[in-house]
């Protein structure tokens, strides 16, 4: 039986996350964590910076959703607009490797 928050994989449940973007439950390794400093996003790889964290899948359409949608400022509860600039960035870097 599932137990209400966690995804199997294998043996093992793993914690949940939302994406931000498209708003799809998946597993929290399959997300990037993204944290405000002053009033810019940037994305957290080591999953360790201080700070209310929101979770968005690693694709620019993702980010194109979110952006329509303005989760960015609701999720961090955040007033006025946040700088996406370093995140775009490094999504737009993580396209370009993945396609070669």
Do not use: N, W
């Not at 449940?13 to 929290?28: F, I, S």
């Not at 955040?78 to 995140?87: F, I, K, S, Y």
């Amino acid at each position: 039986m599932r137990r209400q928050g966690k995804l199997e994989y294998g043996d093992q449940a793993a914690p949940l996350r939302t994406c931000v973007g498209c708003r799809v439950r998946t597993a929290k390794s399959e997300l990037l964590r993204l944290v405000v400093a002053g009033d810019v996003i940037i994305p957290d790889l080591q999953k360790r910076l201080p700070g209310r964290g929101a979770s968005l899948h690693p694709s620019l359409a993702c980010l194109q959703l979110a952006d329509r949608r303005r989760a960015f400022t609701r999720a961090f509860r955040a007033e006025g607009t946040l700088d996406q600039t370093r995140l775009r960035a490094y999504l737009e870097d993580l396209t370009r490797k993945a396609a070669g």
